[in-house]
């Protein structure tokens, strides 16, 4: 497994589990409920509204993981040398 295809999966693994302690302390303070009917629904699926909100934890920590890599392997010092 290459360098890139491990950081990719290590991020996308703490993301998820990040994402499952997110979740759980949100919607721990949040009625589901109430968020939907602020949005305007009314009949909302609460079940939806719990893999509307991990879906949204875990591509937000997927992306500043990801970004967090690519900035620290930017300034790399080998690559400052080569530069």
Same mark, same amino acid.
């Given at each position: 497994?290459?360098?890139?295809?491990?950081?990719?999966?290590?991020?996308?693994?703490?993301?998820?589990?990040?994402? +499952?302690?997110?979740?759980?302390?949100?919607? &721990?303070? $949040?009625?589901?409920? *109430? !968020? =939907?009917?602020?949005?305007?629904?009314?009949?909302?699926?609460?079940?939806?509204?719990?893999? +509307?909100?991990?879906?949204?934890?875990?591509? &937000?920590? $997927?992306?500043?993981? *990801? !970004? =967090?890599?690519?900035?620290?392997?930017?300034?790399?010092?080998?690559?400052?040398?080569?530069?």
């Amino acid at each position: 497994m290459g360098s890139v295809q491990r950081n990719v999966a290590i991020v996308g693994w703490m993301a998820f589990l990040m994402a +499952i302690a997110a979740e759980g302390v949100f919607f &721990s303070m $949040t009625d589901p409920l *109430l !968020l =939907a009917r602020a949005m305007g629904l009314e009949q909302p699926d609460v079940l939806g509204i719990y893999t +509307i909100g991990f879906f949204s934890f875990w591509s &937000s920590f $997927t992306l500043c993981g *990801l !970004l =967090a890599v690519c900035l620290t392997q930017a300034f790399s010092p080998a690559r400052r040398q080569a530069a």
